[in-house]
């Protein structure tokens, strides 16, 4: 359960009597989630949740956040919507921290995942690019490059803890994708835009068999379009016993590039990409494995699941491991 902040109930009455969304009924911490507490809190007027942000979140980035879920609702996209105070202000203070009421977004997410839900997830992941696009704001991706080499860092000491030789591998892994990664040390970048960077299967929520919404936007960033579907093909194509399952990679790609075409450039850098998803969320998790306060209510993930992962992408041989033939996809600079 990520619960990190407990709210009294006076604090609640007191923060709730500056909204006109009813009198609350419940508020109970929800257990998912590893980065923030949320609430589910019901009132006389329905279901909500009341996120108080923590740790990975710069309070300097709420507006940014919350603003996209604005713009991205404007376009179509279905997602959590802030909800303004009486005197229209969504983000305000609780319990000492950063906190907001969103909108409750009816569905679930998949506990086991299908390939048609891989298949709606390219759909979906291609929209939200398309329908970012045109969002003023940017957001350089804190966890990218820079933010790999303080996490290789913090996480020296401990890494070798939870598995003899991992510290080398992580630092050896950061020198390589240093010399490989696009847009940096003078090598061609990759189309950027809008990317949600944690659109893991916790976060894409499915009813009646069709995807209903999207949440989760405290990852949202601007970034390589194309890592996007990275981060997505290591969070949805791999099966519970460590395989790469390719029918899930194809639909899912396919599917993103009949919405938004790929250039030939973003398909071949796939492989690049997925190494350099898999080092970040490894090293994220293994430093909330060394550092989760003793107390929290919070299940840590497993760092190790995403050094397999990233030992997949390592020694792939070409984009037909990725279930890919040529002509699969439709490509954007195609003749
Ligand atoms: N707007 C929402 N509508 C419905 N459920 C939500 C909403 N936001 C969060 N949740 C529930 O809370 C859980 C944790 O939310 P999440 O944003 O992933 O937390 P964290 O930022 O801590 O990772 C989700 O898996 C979901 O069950
Ligand atoms: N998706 C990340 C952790 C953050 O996930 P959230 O959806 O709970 O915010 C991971 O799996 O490491």
Redesign the pocket.
Same mark, same amino acid.
């Given at each position: 359960m990520?619960v990190y902040t407990e709210v009294t109930d006076e604090e609640l009455r007191a923060f709730i009597a500056d909204y006109a969304i009813g009198d609350v009924i419940s508020c109970k911490g929800i257990a998912?989630?590893?980065?923030?507490s949320n609430y589910l809190m019901v009132t006389t007027e329905g279901p909500y949740i009341l996120t108080l942000y923590e740790k990975r979140v710069n309070p300097a980035d709420l507006p940014f956040f919350l603003g996209l879920m604005r713009h991205l609702a404007a376009r179509g996209i279905v997602c959590p919507q802030p909800v303004p105070g009486r005197d229209g202000v969504a983000l305000r203070v609780l319990a000492g921290r950063p906190a907001v009421i969103v909108t409750f977004l009816t569905g679930m997410w998949p506990r086991r995942i299908l390939p048609e839900h891989c298949a709606a997830l390219g759909t979906a992941l291609a929209q939200l690019h398309l329908a970012g696009a045109d969002y003023a704001v940017a957001r350089p991706n804190s966890l990218s490059l820079d933010g790999w080499r303080g996490l290789v860092a913090a996480t020296r000491e401990g890494a070798d803890g939870v598995k003899p030789g991992l510290a080398a591998v992580l630092a050896d892994e950061l020198a390589a994708l240093s010399a490989l990664w696009p847009g940096h040390g003078g090598r061609p970048g990759l189309p950027q835009g809008i990317i949600h960077a944690?659109l +893991?299967p916790?976060?894409v929520f499915f009813r009646d068999g069709a995807l209903s919404g999207l949440?989760?936007f405290?990852?949202a960033c601007t970034d390589m379009l194309a890592y996007d579907l990275a981060i997505c093909l290591n969070?949805w194509c791999f099966e519970a016993d460590g395989a790469f399952n390719v029918t899930k990679s194809r639909l899912l790609l396919a599917n993103y590039a009949r919405v938004r075409p790929l250039s030939a450039a973003e398909v071949a850098a796939l492989p690049l990409l997925a190494r350099g998803s898999a080092l970040r +969320?490894l090293l994220?998790?293994l430093y909330?494995w060394l550092n989760t306060p003793a107390g929290a209510l919070v299940k840590r993930?497993d760092p190790l699941e995403?050094l397999h992962k990233l030992r997949f992408h390592q020694q792939a041989r070409g984009l037909a491991d990725y279930g890919l033939a040529p002509g699969d996809l439709a490509l954007a600079d195609a003749p």
């Open positions: 990520a998912e989630g590893v980065e923030n944690d +893991f916790d976060n949440i989760d405290y990852f969070a +969320f994220t998790r909330d993930k995403y």
